[in-house]
């Protein structure tokens, strides 16, 4: 049992850390729109990541059968998709507001999949911080950029399932890195298109690469590492935290405020997280990832 615990502490501690660096991350690449653009700075935030993945983790790519590359590319794809809304959405709404609206998708998530009465509980508290955050606001906002960040919040989703089986399928951190060669693939050619020589300004590429590190290659690596230990609808609802971090994060690096009902709502969050973190979730499945063998000529998958 204390093991048990130990684990769930530590997958809590990962997210946690996950979500700050993200939330970081964005409101970093937020102040270099103007130079670079939105897309621009999605395609050389997935790319750098992606090289960088790739040098530390050194994943392997023989022995895996067409399932497997399927469930990459898939998750390639909805990371590509989640962070061209996402960097949309926010290049036209304010950072915290635009997080409130994306983690409805997570949210939406953790419902369908808990098996406790409780769970709803938490959720639907969550769910009112979330709508208490933007009160008074939503009104104002460009109808352009909440499409996106509720598209984003959909594949948000999406990511959260992909990643729990990448991390079955794969050892270590192999899956996240080629899952995001994948997303590098399909998101440059959009950010080269939209931005052109501009990402090749030297103060665009220092902080593309720092975004890199803080909103790619960091947390998703700690998201993948902490699905190990956590359920999906456990992991779900922990990313409620996501709107009071992305709050605090625009207040402190992107100047904009926050009221009072803003700051009641973070607490109503926070709350909802305490409550299902401490709730005893049933026990999740443990895929061990299996060792990479090859696939028989001529065997069909």
Not at 229 to 257: I, M
Request: aromatic fraction near 6%; glycine fraction near 10%; proline fraction near 6%.
């Amino acid at each position: 049992m204390s093991n048990e615990r130990g684990g769930d502490a530590v997958g809590v501690g990962l997210v946690l850390g996950a979500l700050v660096s993200q939330m970081v991350g964005a409101a970093l690449a937020a102040r270099v729109f103007p130079q670079a653009g939105a897309a621009g700075m999605v395609g050389l935030r997935l790319g750098l990541g992606a090289v960088l993945m790739c040098l530390i983790c050194r994943p392997k790519v023989r022995g895996y059968r067409r399932a497997d590359w399927q469930v990459i590319l898939g998750f390639g794809a909805v990371l590509a998709c989640m962070n061209l809304c996402f960097y949309q959405a926010i290049a036209r709404i304010p950072l915290g507001a635009a997080v409130a609206l994306e983690v409805l998708g997570p949210l939406t998530l953790s419902v369908v999949a808990s098996k406790r009465a409780s769970s709803w509980m938490w959720a639907a508290l969550a769910a009112g911080g979330v709508a208490l955050l933007g009160r008074g606001g939503f009104d104002e906002l460009d109808p352009i950029g909440v499409g996106f960040v509720l598209v984003a919040g959909a594949l948000w989703a999406c990511y959260i399932l992909l990643a729990a089986r990448s991390g079955s399928r794969f050892p270590k951190t192999d899956g996240i890195a080629l899952a995001l060669a994948v997303s590098a693939a399909i998101s440059l050619p959009v950010g080269i298109a939209d931005a052109g020589t501009r990402l090749l300004n030297p103060v665009v590429l220092v902080i593309g690469t720092a975004v890199a590190v803080l909103a790619s290659a960091l947390p998703y690596t700690l998201e993948l590492l902490a699905l190990r230990k956590l359920t999906p609808a456990t992991f779900a609802v922990l990313t409620s935290l996501a709107p009071a971090l992305a709050a605090a994060a625009g207040f402190f690096l992107l100047d904009q405020t926050l009221a009072l009902t803003d700051i009641a709502a973070i607490g109503l969050v926070v709350a909802a997280c305490a409550g299902a973190v401490s709730t005893p979730s049933p026990k999740p499945v443990v895929h061990r990832p299996r060792a990479a063998t090859p696939v028989p000529v001529g065997v069909p998958e």
